[in-house]
């Protein structure tokens, strides 16, 4: 599933997060919603990952003030370097599709990023 972005390009829809830590450090994670660009909610923390750790995420189970995520909401991965800093990825829509929407986290506790692939 997509959908047509501001920009009047593509927008794709993904069903799930999968997230792999190549930093060096442990992190820990969540998911923000945002509604016409606005953070609104954030989940608890999701987990930790360690340093070469994968997690996968099916957004169908997470809660939003008690809701469940509509097609086309968008959401966010936000990392936190344990003893370090937060970073956020970038915003992208779900859909229950059976896309997964991959990232990667590369970099120290105080100089990371979050990269989709």
Known sequence: MQGIGPD???QPHFHYFTCTNRGAFVSRFIV???VEGRL???TR????LSMQDT???DL???RFHGL???VGDQVRL???AVGGVRRNGPLVHYAPNGQTAAFEVRGTTLAFSIRQL
């Open 8 to 10: 009047g390009g593509v």
């Open 32 to 34: 923000q919603r945002f």
């Open 40 to 42: 609104i909610s954030q």
């Open 45 to 48: 923390i999701l987990g930790r």
């Open 55 to 57: 997690r996968s995420i």
């Open 60 to 62: 169908t189970t997470l």
């Open 68 to 70: 469940p995520l509509e």
């Open 78 to 80: 936000r990392i936190g």
